[in-house]
């Protein structure tokens, strides 16, 4: 589907000895499964926040709750894949604890947030993003950014295929229409 | 052809389009001008889109991860609540601080049962993370020699991932095996009978030794010698952790200096733990053993930053006159101490000193200094 689709969300699972032994507590063995997946963890962190701060943040914290949970790694599923729903869930449970709110606006603040430093970029389109929420950031990242085909959108975020086109569709819709205003 | 639909129009879009060819549909597109204008507006929305969020970080948030995952672990594996450098806490001025409580002994370094080894002092290497002086023996035990022995970096390191784990050497106490000998045990069975070498190394000894007597007996009967402890990266890379009995048993490291038994311990603690061991004896003044468990440490955390809210790097941070951490290129030090009050000063070449009294309960303590320029 795509000419270039991103190789580290397309690998298999984690090599079963270094996942045994990172479930051990190797930290050698966890950062050598962790560190070849930063770059794209880093921009779906960066695109669930719209915030270099908080994508900071969330990046690392993501990594310390992979190295926590690693046992909870369902066998065989690329760790991309599940780095990325940790990512997702945890941009959620902070933007639900935090309420509503648009880049630069100084209201609630993500749990050691700390200053914030918004993307750079088209300021209609940054605040029509802001305005969508976190699972559909998630998917016009994997879609858009990542250029990753409707079928591994869909075995990234475990949503049906059809509803990653459908979401897809409107929401392209609509940033067009918001950019356009 | 009727008009793309939106979903037809993002299928194209991402080259997923079913059901209609994509000639028929890029033919649809040059003839039909609102559906170019819709195509158009997606594409430079997507376009812009990527752009926008494929933005690098900082240069080293991708490096930095390993470290504060370690240290996340580390602080887990130990009991110890994760630290939050974000949530800074400023200490309460000092007529609010509660009364010091008793600190209790901490021992520099924890004392093997079994015959120990003494390592000889030697100069700090270039980018050592810290060092820390440690307290002198109060009487020589037998069966003691000296050693080096490595250490898995702590909380206190926050190096790129590449380097790590990197070991790093503390040069003091390790216990050794009950079954090994020291070099000299080594050395004899090497030679054979001890009446063939014992009395050329006697002589040896006499004539070696017969300078240095008069500086021992002023030693002796004068005030009790400090002994320097120092703790320094080490070369070796790869090994995580190298367990005391094992680096003890080298003859190479070993100097032949003799010093007292110290309480048993399973492995060499971390060097966060070490430094923040040292500062304990520093504050007593005595090298009593370790009353607190180790893993109920809390961790102190912080940052260093100028007036600018820059962060400062390298800035020596002191733990009642022994300096036991530096701070990072974010300006951020982390390190386990003991609970109790503490006089926390940090330096900065360029900057004025500050200091400031802390008082550490049993969870993480994080603070922040802001360093004004010196006039």
Redesign the interface.
């Known amino acids: 589907?795509?000419?270039q689709p991103s190789d580290p969300w397309r690998e298999p699972g984690p090599d079963p000895g270094v996942l045994n032994a990172a479930q051990r507590?190797e930290?050698?063995a966890?950062?050598s499964m962790?560190?070849a997946h930063?770059?794209e963890l880093?921009?779906v962190c960066?695109?669930l926040t719209l915030d270099?701060r908080r994508?900071?943040?969330l990046?690392?914290e993501t990594?310390?709750r992979a190295?926590?949970n690693l046992r909870t790694l369902p066998p065989g599923s690329p760790i991309l894949h599940w780095l990325t729903r940790l990512a997702t869930h945890l941009a959620v449970a902070w933007t639900r604890q935090e309420g509503p709110r648009r880049p630069g606006e100084p209201t609630g603040d993500w749990?050691?947030?700390?200053a914030e430093s918004p993307?750079?970029?088209?300021p209609r389109?940054?605040a029509a993003?802001a305005d969508v929420s976190v699972p559909d950031r998630l998917l016009?990242?994997l879609?858009?950014?990542e250029r990753l085909?409707?079928g591994d959108v869909a075995r990234v975020t475990k949503i049906e295929t059809l509803e990653v086109?459908?979401r897809?569709?409107?929401l392209?819709?609509r940033?067009?229409g918001e950019?356009?205003a | 052809m009727k008009h793309l639909t939106s979903r037809k129009l993002c299928e194209f879009l991402d080259d997923a389009l079913e059901g209609v060819p994509d000639e028929e549909a890029a033919l649809h597109l040059r003839s039909c001008p609102m559906c170019r204008a819709r195509y158009e507006a997606w594409t430079s929305g997507d376009e812009a889109m990527r752009e926008m969020l494929s933005q690098p970080p900082e240069e080293d948030v991708l490096e930095q991860w390993s470290s504060w995952v370690e240290l996340a672990v580390t602080a887990e594996r130990k009991g110890l609540p994760v630290p939050e450098f974000a949530e800074l806490r400023l200490p309460l001025p000092p007529s609010l601080l509660p009364p010091a409580p008793e600190v209790p002994r901490v021992g520099v370094p924890p004392r093997p049962q079994g015959p120990v080894r003494f390592a000889t002092l030697e100069e700090p290497r270039r980018g050592a993370p810290a060092s820390y002086v440690g307290q002198a023996p109060a009487a020589p035990a037998p069966n003691t020699t000296g050693g080096i022995y490595e250490i898995a970096p702590y909380a206190a390191s926050r190096r790129a991932p590449t380097e790590l784990p990197r070991p790093v050497t503390v040069r003091g106490y390790a216990r050794l095996p009950d079954s090994s000998s020291g070099w000299l045990d080594r050395l004899a069975q090497g030679l054979g009978p001890t009446s063939v070498w014992a009395p050329i190394a006697i002589l040896f000894g006499v004539l070696v030794t017969a300078p240095i007597v008069p500086v021992i007996i002023h030693l002796t009967q004068g005030a009790r010698p400090a002994v320097h402890d120092d703790v320094s990266s080490s070369a070796g890379a790869g090994t995580t952790e190298r367990s005391a009995a094992t680096s003890a048993s080298e003859p190479s490291v070993a100097s032949g200096r003799v010093a007292p038994a110290v309480p048993a311990q399973p492995s060499p603690p971390p060097a966060a733990e070490a430094r923040a061991r040292a500062a304990s004896d520093a504050v007593q003044g005595e090298s009593a053993a370790a009353a607190l468990p180790q893993g109920t440490w809390p961790l102190l955390c912080g940052e260093v930053l100028d007036t600018h809210r820059a962060a400062i790097e390298g800035a020596r941070i002191t733990l009642a006159g022994v300096v036991v951490a530096r701070t990072d290129r974010r300006g951020r030090f982390s390190l386990a101490c003991p609970p109790g009050k503490r006089v926390l000063r940090v330096e900065a070449p360029g900057h004025a000193p500050a200091t400031r009294v802390i008082v550490l309960g049993s969870k993480t303590l994080e603070t922040r200094f802001l360093l004004e320029s010196a006039k």
Request: hydrophobic share 60%; proline share 4%.
């Open positions: 589907m795509n000419p507590g930290l050698v966890l950062f962790l560190r930063r770059l880093w921009r960066l695109a270099h994508a900071e943040r990046f690392h990594l310390v190295a926590k749990p050691g947030g700390g993307l750079a970029g088209d389109l940054l993003l016009l990242a879609a858009v950014v085909g409707y086109v459908r897809l569709t409107r392209r819709a940033l067009a950019a356009a």
